[in-house]
């Protein structure tokens, strides 16, 4: 048995860093490396996300979410100024609520 904490980081968060590295590339103009520095993954993991070889299922449902997607913005630039990691989990945990609370989305994003 998983928790709902295991399959989210699982599932969710490959997302979250795909949308926030595709994010970072195009307004910033990064490198992967870079990108991967500031997500706090690989340079591999980034390559992954960007051609969608992760989490694709995932990254187009949370897409479409504009509550969520306005978090993943905020991730991302809080990522590129380098604010402490606690403020980026407190963004990331927000998804979760938002995830949790919606039982529709919660069926789409685990099913």
Do not use: W
Request: hydrophobic content about 40%; overall charge positive; proline content about 2%.
């Amino acid at each position: 048995m998983r928790t709902y904490c295991e399959r989210f980081s699982k599932v969710v968060i490959p997302a979250i860093r795909a949308i926030a590295a595709e994010y970072l590339i195009k307004k910033y103009h990064l490198t992967q490396v870079k990108v991967a520095e500031l997500l706090g993954t690989t340079q591999a993991s980034i390559s992954y996300y960007l051609r969608h070889k992760r989490g694709k299922k995932c990254i187009e449902l949370l897409r479409e979410q504009n509550q969520i997607l306005s978090i993943i913005t905020e991730i991302a630039e809080l990522a590129y100024k380098r604010n402490p990691e606690e403020k980026l989990a407190l963004k990331i945990c927000d998804i979760c609520k938002i995830i949790r609370s919606d039982g529709s989305l919660k069926e789409k994003v685990f099913a």
